[in-house]
């Protein structure tokens, strides 16, 4: 069972020497606010992003459901199934954590980023399936995992193995799958797999120095 009380990540590990300053994602389109971060390490095979505190709202894919019932209760939340009641506005991306069972992924929990000026008093989730979820500072491994077409089997599996070879140290057993766009949309899609750093990045000779997006 997916824990109510559930930190959706952890701890901030940067890379020596780059400085934190956090900027509008190139991939926010669409959105009014979309979850920042700086860009620590680059090369062909994957980036290491530094993402600055945030909060979200989540809610379990229970047993027998499917994805899109724990989306439709997440937007009910952002209009207005909530107290106060209050309309939120649309933001970016869309967070699908997947358990890695025996090599297969398994949905989860879905989440929501909320803006930032509710950082400090979110509104509380009318729906008891619903629920609240603050994150720290953290540093993920990320690669964009194509369009509409892709297999998320294979491509978190090839993330994880390239994370493997050059020895990171990250979280094996789940991995996030983020979502730019509509869930409805054809065009301009864009999904990223995330796997959580638990150590140091290895930003050595290989990688571009750290840049800020935006």
């Not at 109510?4 to 890379?15: G, K, Q, R, T, Y």
């Amino acid at each position: 069972m997916f824990p109510v009380s559930v930190h959706l990540l952890l701890a901030p590990l940067l890379c020596p020497g780059v400085s934190a300053q956090w900027g509008r994602t190139p991939t926010c389109t669409g959105a009014t606010e979309c979850f920042s971060y700086v860009t620590l390490c680059r090369d062909t095979e994957y980036e290491s992003r530094a993402y600055e505190p945030s909060h979200w709202v989540g809610t379990q894919v229970l047993p027998a459901e499917r994805r899109y019932r724990a989306i439709t209760r997440l937007r009910e939340y952002f209009n207005k199934k909530n107290r106060p009641g209050i309309l939120i506005e649309r933001t970016s991306p869309i967070l699908t954590m997947y358990g890695n069972v025996n090599g297969v992924p398994r949905e989860m929990a879905v989440f929501f980023y909320l803006p930032r000026r509710f950082l400090s008093n979110p509104p509380i989730p009318r729906d008891e399936l619903v629920y609240l979820s603050n994150s720290p500072a953290q540093t993920l491994f990320v690669r964009s995992a194509g369009s509409i077409f892709f297999n998320l089997k294979r491509a978190s599996q090839e993330l994880l193995e390239d994370l493997l070879r050059q020895r990171e140290i990250f979280m094996q057993d789940r991995f996030y799958l983020a979502e730019y766009h509509r869930p409805l949309s054809i065009l301009g899609r864009r999904n990223e797999i995330w796997f959580q750093a638990l150590g140091p990045v290895r930003c050595g000779s290989r990688f571009g120095s750290g840049q800020p997006t935006g």
